[in-house]
């Protein structure tokens, strides 16, 4: 079964380091997300992109955060610097169609895990 | 905005029936989602609703829909030890189709 990857799994950093994440959706998917979950929280949408084009990216901190998406299939998810308040997981979906409805059902990875000190 | 409204935790006895329920916002969201969550895991699909539907059984699964009063729940018949999870209820929400996620219930089963 097509699956969502990300890597690394688990990323431990210094605070002002930067660090970046890699999602790899399933393969056909337009469509791919990126999610920060705090620990007892859900998940909360960082970036959306349609292909190459980020269609919504207005929770993404864009002073530290950047995210690209350059062929339109795999991407980054970078932090530079990264704070203390950044521990969380990062979790990447994918879906293939653009709107809501079941064939644009989002489909997680197993997330990397950030911690700061 | 507003939240996604669902329990916290939840304890069962294995072999019984879990019941999680959720209070969702947007009374036109086309859409209602269970999503798992084993421990350092990703999200996994459990099921969805279409909003014109009142009931959606799958295996032990059950959800219902109550529109009128935005409720949503999800039954897990027969509760077993690998149902043990954080489950999230999700709903679409907004001209732009945004997924909106509650803070997730953790079923805890009991021996």
């Known amino acids: 079964e097509a699956e969502v990857a990300q890597s690394p799994r688990y990323k431990i950093t210094e605070k002002s380091q930067a660090v970046a994440f890699w999602c790899d959706p399933i393969?056909?998917?337009?469509?791919l997300y990126w999610y920060r979950q705090i620990l007892g929280q859900g998940p909360e949408l960082l970036v959306q992109f349609q292909d190459e084009s980020v269609v919504d990216d207005s929770q993404l901190p864009k002073d530290r955060f950047s995210a690209e998406r350059l062929k339109g299939v795999d991407s980054t998810l970078k932090i530079q610097p990264a704070e203390l308040g950044d521990s969380a997981m990062y979790l990447c979906?994918?879906?293939f169609g653009t709107g809501a409805g079941n064939t644009d059902t989002q489909y997680f990875g197993p997330g990397t895990r950030l911690t700061v000190l | 905005g507003e939240d996604v409204e669902q329990s916290l935790f939840l304890s069962v006895r294995e072999g019984d029936s879990s019941v999680i329920n959720c209070t969702y916002t947007?009374?036109?969201?086309?859409?209602l989602y269970w999503y798992k969550q084993e421990p350092g895991a990703g999200l996994q699909l459990l099921t969805y609703?279409?909003?014109?539907?009142d009931m959606k059984q799958d295996q032990r699964l059950t959800v219902l829909l109550n529109k009128k009063d935005k409720h949503l729940s999800l039954r897990i018949a027969d509760t077993q030890t690998g149902d043990s999870a954080i489950y999230f209820c999700?709903?679409?929400?907004?001209?732009?189709?945004?997924?909106?996620f509650g803070k997730g219930t953790r079923l805890h089963i009991l021996p």
């Open positions: 609703i279409f909003s014109n539907m």
């Open positions: 999700a709903e679409i929400r907004g001209r732009d189709d945004k997924i909106i």
């Open positions: 979906a994918s879906s």
């Open positions: 947007d009374s036109s969201s086309t859409y």
């Open positions: 393969s056909g998917h337009a469509t």
